[in-house]
């Protein structure tokens, strides 16, 4: 049976995000999930964390009093800016948290960067259904395989070696990965016999390679592909491209490189 909403397959599941309210700078109620620092957090099941690249108390023409007519520590965090002790701190704090709270949480998002020990500290959450990284330096996806999420963005994962790790979480049904640039096999992604929704991107001012589509064949789940600014290293004609689309049976919506096909089943 089909998990994702009409609006989430036109819109993209992580573009709604469920859960988490959009934040609305003049509006101090939308930033309820977001939190800085650990003893910002309340209890909550889900949160937006932004631990890493906290204002620097170094440079304070770059702290937001300079730049807000009315900060807010909640918004901009600490207005006189973290020392490099309080940084290291704050993201040593995070990364105990998680290991020591296992089934704190349902939803985690990452707005800042990740290096890979939060990475892994984050997958420590064994009740986790969400999980977003909106980029990071991490290498290694192996701890993975401790979480059964249904909806992973992975951003700008430029240094991802392995995607071996993924073809293992059966639960998914959103899955984004973002600028695996040492990847261009993805048919390890055929063995998620779930998913509904596959996004493969590049960053704005980069490409990456996909060696071929042939794998989509064998995901019958899948309701909604898109790629965006990537290559493909077999040439497909635009109707071959059709033609794969229409094999599959659930598939509502295709996207390759901004060219959106037509005919599939239809999402009305």
């Given at each position: 049976?089909?998990?994702?909403?009409?609006?989430?397959?036109?819109?993209g599941y992580f573009d709604v995000f469920p859960g988490f309210p959009r934040i609305n700078i003049d509006d101090l109620?939308?930033?309820?999930?977001?939190?800085?620092?650990?003893?910002?957090?309340?209890?909550?099941?889900?949160?937006?964390?932004?631990?890493?690249?906290?204002?620097?108390?170094?440079?304070?023409?770059?702290?937001?009093?300079?730049?807000?007519?009315?900060?807010?520590?909640?918004?901009?965090?600490?207005?006189?800016?973290?020392?490099?002790?309080?940084?290291?701190?704050?993201?040593?704090?995070?990364?105990?948290?998680?290991?020591?709270?296992?089934?704190?949480?349902?939803?985690?998002?990452?707005?800042?960067?990740?290096?890979?020990?939060?990475?892994?500290?984050?997958?420590?959450?064994?009740?986790?259904?969400?999980?977003?990284?909106?980029?990071?330096?991490?290498?290694?996806?192996?701890?993975?395989?401790?979480?059964?999420?249904?909806?992973?963005?992975?951003?700008?994962?430029?240094?991802?070696?392995?995607?071996?790790?993924?073809?293992?979480?059966?639960?998914?049904?959103?899955?984004?990965?973002?600028?695996?640039?040492?990847?261009?096999?993805?048919?390890?992604?055929?063995?998620?016999?779930?998913?509904?929704?596959?996004?493969?991107?590049?960053?704005?001012?980069?490409?990456?390679?996909?060696?071929?589509?042939?794998?989509?064949?064998?995901?019958?789940?899948?309701?909604?592909?898109?790629?965006?600014?990537?290559?493909?290293?077999?040439?497909?004609?635009?109707?071959?491209?059709?033609?794969?689309?229409?094999?599959?049976?659930?598939?509502?919506?295709?996207?390759?490189?901004?060219?959106?096909?037509?005919?599939?089943?239809?999402?009305?």
């Amino acid at each position: 049976m089909a998990v994702l909403t009409d609006e989430q397959i036109n819109m993209g599941y992580f573009d709604v995000f469920p859960g988490f309210p959009r934040i609305n700078i003049d509006d101090l109620s939308s930033f309820t999930n977001f939190c800085y620092e650990v003893s910002e957090y309340d209890g909550q099941e889900r949160i937006c964390v932004s631990c890493t690249q906290l204002p620097d108390s170094r440079y304070p023409i770059a702290l937001p009093r300079n730049f807000v007519s009315n900060p807010h520590p909640k918004i901009h965090g600490k207005l006189d800016g973290y020392s490099q002790k309080e940084q290291r701190q704050i993201l040593k704090e995070w990364i105990e948290f998680f290991q020591a709270n296992p089934q704190a949480l349902k939803g985690l998002h990452f707005c800042s960067h990740v290096p890979q020990r939060l990475f892994d500290a984050a997958c420590c959450q064994t009740e986790l259904e969400e999980l977003r990284f909106k980029w990071g330096n991490y290498k290694d996806l192996s701890a993975l395989n401790n979480i059964h999420v249904k909806y992973l963005y992975i951003g700008s994962g430029a240094g991802v070696q392995d995607i071996t790790p993924i073809s293992g979480m059966k639960s998914l049904v959103v899955l984004v990965i973002e600028n695996f640039k040492r990847i261009e096999d993805f048919s390890p992604l055929a063995a998620l016999e779930n998913l509904e929704q596959l996004i493969i991107q590049s960053t704005i001012l980069g490409r990456v390679a996909i060696k071929d589509l042939e794998f989509l064949r064998y995901m019958p789940s899948l309701r909604t592909f898109s790629t965006g600014n990537t290559t493909l290293r077999k040439k497909y004609t635009q109707t071959e491209l059709q033609n794969l689309f229409a094999s599959l049976p659930n598939l509502m919506y295709a996207c390759v490189n901004v060219k959106r096909y037509s005919g599939i089943k239809d999402s009305g």
